[in-house]
């Protein structure tokens, strides 16, 4: 179907904007990449009558330090991640993870930040983020606030973002940017659909692990008895792992059938074996 | 309704046009500037068929408001003029890579970005470049078989 009607505003600076969205409240709807919000509008999912345009917002494209700063604006697209070659292991696994994000075309336009607020549970960004222990960062006309990816995501395709609010940016602390070891591994049923089992494994710099799986129904849920196994064990069996993988899995989805539970499972082991292989 | 001037480069032609907000960058080519290669399959963004350059990446034209695109350069099949389209169209002749041609253009988009950025060593890599063009005649491998001939041609 061809989209409904809405108007097109386009500010320069994130002070328009902010202004703008807080003038039009609930009949604005924010247009990054627009990857998602343009087929929902043309099933007449969502139907705003003002698009307000964030694409001309230079304070909201990504910085040639993002991956130094731990700063990633809201703007950065997933192409820009899947084509850059920073040597670091978390340079190395942001590339990994956007080079399977949908496909090519879907990648120039699509954005971090527009993942994150959309917050579908097989979204990409959410579960990495999320396993880096992210923060994001939320702008409005009351001012500026932070707070941590895991209570901004409140359920599946549900934030805590205010009507008059826009994400500006994903923040990744020290722990993150240092990270040494990283595995990660996604199942689809054709390469650039939204997976079927997706799970990210990371050793942050302060030696802690963080495991998590994504594209079960809830949303992005931690694994932390595989963390704390791998956290106390220096050597693993891969059936040991395999078994504690198991448990996690079902104890996020209990309703989940056999299938399902074995195919996280799996899916989560590769992801970890894929990580201790970096050792 | 609200029109707003846009200004594009299309096939390096300037373009001085005026949409209404919800005009998608594949409608605007079609009916405005008549670029009539550009193919509407699905319109939400899963068959390729719509898949143009936007200075200089490809992109979704039905994902895309023309709104968002003024002063942007705009490279569909009509002007793709180098070595390596020449290469990639004679190499789809050749091998069989259409048969309705719906998807053709997009697939060739798709192709000529691949090969320029040399993202096609191997068949799965190709293929993996490949998943977001659908065809519903050839079963892709006439396609596939295309654009590693091209490449092989371009640099043996």
């Known amino acids: 179907m061809k989209l409904p009607y809405f108007e097109h505003r386009a500010p320069d600076s994130l002070e328009e904007a902010i202004a703008t969205l807080a003038a039009l409240g609930s009949d604005v709807k924010l247009l990054a990449g627009g990857q998602s919000l343009l087929p929902a509008m043309r099933y007449r999912l969502s139907q705003p009558s003002v698009l307000l345009d964030l694409s001309r917002i230079e304070d909201l494209r990504l910085k040639d330090d993002a991956l130094r700063s731990g700063r990633i604006d809201a703007m950065s697209t997933h192409a820009q991640f899947a084509h850059q070659n920073d040597p670091t292991p978390l340079g190395r696994l942001m590339a990994a993870h956007a080079q399977q994000i949908a496909f090519p075309a879907v990648r120039t336009r699509g954005t971090v930040g ?16 999320l396993a880096l222990g992210a923060q994001v960062e939320l702008s409005g006309q009351r001012g500026t ?27 990744l602390d020290v722990s993150a940017l240092g990270l040494t070891h990283w595995g990660r591994a996604k199942l689809m049923h054709r390469a650039g659909e939204y997976a079927v089992s997706s799970a990210v494994a990371v050793r942050r710099a302060g030696g802690e692990w963080s495991c998590w799986i994504g594209a079960i129904e809830a949303g992005p849920a ?12 220096s050597s693993l069996k891969h059936k040991d792992m395999l078994a504690c993988a198991y448990e996690d899995v079902r104890a996020v989805c209990p309703e989940s059938g056999q299938a399902a539970v074995h195919r996280h499972a799996v899916n989560l082991t590769r992801a970890i074996a894929q990580a201790l292989e970096t050792q | 309704m609200n029109r707003i001037p846009i200004n594009l480069t299309v ?29 509407l399959g699905c319109e939400h963004g899963v068959c390729g068929a719509c898949n143009v ?17 003024d002063g942007m350069e705009i490279t569909t099949l ?79």
């Not at chain 2, 949409?19 to 009916?31: F, H, I, Q």
């Not at chain 2, 793709?80 to 253009?105: E, I, N, V, W, Y």
Request: proline content about 4%; glycine content about 8%.
């Open chain 2, 78 to 156: 009509e002007g793709l003029s180098d070595a390596t389209a020449a290469a990639l169209k004679d190499a789809m002749h050749r091998c069989h890579g259409l048969q309705c041609g719906f998807c053709t253009p997009g697939m060739i988009i798709t192709g000529h970005d691949m090969l320029t950025r040399k993202l096609c060593n191997s068949e799965t890599e190709i293929r993996q470049q490949l998943c977001g063009n659908i065809c519903r005649c050839t079963g892709y491998q006439a396609i596939v078989t295309a654009i590693a001939s091209a490449q092989e041609e371009i640099s043996p």
């Open chain 2, 11 to 39: 096939n390096g032609r300037t373009t001085e046009l005026s949409v209404e907000p919800n005009a998608t960058l594949a409608d605007s080519l079609r009916e405005q500037a008549g670029t009539h290669s550009v193919h």
């Open chain 1, 114 to 129: 527009g993942s994150v607020v959309h917050a579908d549970p097989a979204g990409d960004w959410p579960l990495l983020f």
């Open chain 1, 145 to 171: 606030r932070r707070m941590a990816l895991s209570s901004f995501i409140s359920g599946p395709m549900q934030t805590d973002i205010a009507l008059d609010e826009i994400l500006t940016a994903v923040l």
């Open chain 1, 222 to 233: 931690p694994m932390t008895q595989c963390a704390e196994l791998l956290r106390s064990h």
């Open chain 2, 53 to 69: 350059y936007l200075n200089g990446a490809v992109v979704r034209s039905c994902l895309t408001l023309t709104a968002t695109c």
